[in-house]
């Protein structure tokens, strides 16, 4: 049984905004110990917090419940383009003004400097968003180094004025070290987890680990899901994937590649064995130069949309109709262009449903009508897709190809976007898979 937790807003334990005191939210949380719950009960509370757990257990959809649940005002960032666009924010470094971070060996207070003598505009106002954060929200908090997180919460210290760790901002971060890592300049370098930064332990997180796996209900595959997580490919789990091995898929099966030179060749070789006349739709774009390319590199959707009757393609945003209780479709959803009209694609679900698909806009930052936008079919071919632009997709089915996967994290995250065991289909049988030890002694502690 669910239960709902209903709060009303009030004025104690010191926190404007915040409605009950430090030891009600406690009571209340012990009376209801789901991890999802007891992370509502302390982010609600004011409390900075870490919520993870592996693919699939509903991350999202606590964070999305948290933030309509709020009483303040939540800035949501991510540290990469994709990731933000995904949860309707903007990137870490742009919401604080930080252009890029400070460069290898320096200072915090180097860079600060730096960015003070800078005229751009782009820095005031980051700078100002930091003035003025009430709960500022990470998500895919694994993919942000350490190093940039301490400039982070220096950069909320210094500019208002308060010595608490990040100047007394309310922090929730989201994600799965287990997934994606941080960015590395070379690979020799080590990976910079943002859990080894001094920031980090300043900020003294609650923990909030979701164990319940939400998008798989394959108790067999659930298990050999969690292995692979932590590199543990052998006895009943290696079966059960090696099982999965196909030399020959479906055309029309979705396929997941390492990198996008696979993905464009085998999309494009996809649209020409196709009959009929190809159609290209251009994104409507407006506004700074700087903002639409952002958006253009960003976005699951291609700024030159190649379509044809027949081509497989994939939903790329969540579209709901007033009075229709289910959405009319959703992000990851596949289907088929049935025809390629004025203003109008229209699209057969795999369910049997046909959809007529208008276009939307996207906008680069939601508080200000004069940045730029793009506006385009929320589509793109579903032959194939990167790995990295799988991240929060979940598919009924896919082809894996994950040979070259070498980051840590990289061919888990391929595998649990899938759905069932049936779904799931590899290339060839794979000769090892990458994971951080340290990474693993962190959940180790966790989990303790």
């Known amino acids: 049984m669910q239960t709902n937790l209903c709060f009303e807003v009030g004025e104690t334990n010191g926190r404007p905004g915040f409605p009950f005191t430090d030891a009600e939210y406690e009571a209340l949380a012990d009376s209801v110990l789901t991890p999802e719950n007891r992370f509502r009960a302390a982010a609600l509370g004011g409390n900075n917090c870490f919520l993870t757990g592996a693919g ?29 666009l995904n949860v309707g924010g903007m990137t870490i470094h742009r919401f604080c003004g930080m252009l890029i971070g400070p460069a290898p060996g320096q200072s915090n ?59 007394g901002c309310q922090v929730i971060a989201t994600g799965d070290f287990l997934q994606l890592p941080p960015v590395r300049t070379a690979e020799t370098e080590p990976y910079d987890w943002g859990f080894q930064a001094p920031a980090w332990a300043a900020a003294n997180f609650r923990t909030f680990l979701l164990e319940k796996v939400r998008r798989q209900d394959e108790a067999a595959f659930v298990r050999a899901l969690a292995d692979f997580r932590v590199g543990r490919v052998w006895g009943d789990s290696a079966r059960i994937l090696q099982s999965r091995v196909r030399s020959n898929p ?20 996809q649209l020409s064995e196709l009959a009929g006349e190809e159609t290209v739709s251009h994104a409507q774009q407006s506004g700074p130069e700087l903002q639409r390319e952002f958006l253009t590199r960003n976005l699951l959707t291609p700024a030159s949309l190649h379509l044809k009757p027949g081509a497989l393609v994939m939903f790329t945003v969540n579209k709901n109709e007033p009075g229709r209780a289910e959405p009319l479709f959703v992000n990851g ?5 049935v025809d390629v009209e004025p203003g109008t694609v229209v699209v057969e679900s795999k369910t049997g449903g046909v959809i007529r698909v208008e276009r939307f806009t996207w906008r680069y930052a939601q508080d200000d009508p004069e940045s730029a936008t793009f506006s385009q079919f929320p589509l793109r071919l579903a032959w194939a897709m990167t790995i990295h632009k799988a991240q929060g997709l979940t598919l009924d089915s896919a082809y894996l190809d994950i040979r070259a996967a070498r ?42």
């Open 250 to 269: 479906p055309a029309t099966m979705p396929r997941l590649f390492t990198h996008n030179v696979q993905v464009d060749k085998w999309n494009g070789f």
């Open 333 to 337: 959803q596949i289907g088929t262009v």
């Open 109 to 167: 207070e180097e860079y600060f400097a730096q960015l003070q003598r800078d005229p751009r505009r782009s820095i005031l106002g980051g700078f100002n968003r930091v003035r003025r954060c009430e709960v500022l929200v990470i998500d895919e908090v694994s993919m942000l180094p350490g190093r940039q997180l301490e400039f982070v919460e220096f950069l909320f210290r210094r500019l208002r004025g308060r010595d608490e760790p990040f100047g």
């Open 56 to 84: 699939g257990t509903g991350k999202s959809t606590q964070l999305r419940a948290f933030i309509a649940e709020c009483p303040r005002r939540v800035s949501v960032t991510a540290p990469t383009g994709v990731a933000a």
């Open 407 to 448: 980051e840590p994290g990289q061919a888990y995250v391929a595998v649990s976007r899938v759905r069932s065991l049936a779904g799931l289909n590899f290339k060839e049988w794979f000769k090892g898979v990458h994971v951080s030890p340290e990474a693993i002694e962190f959940y180790r502690q966790i989990e303790n």
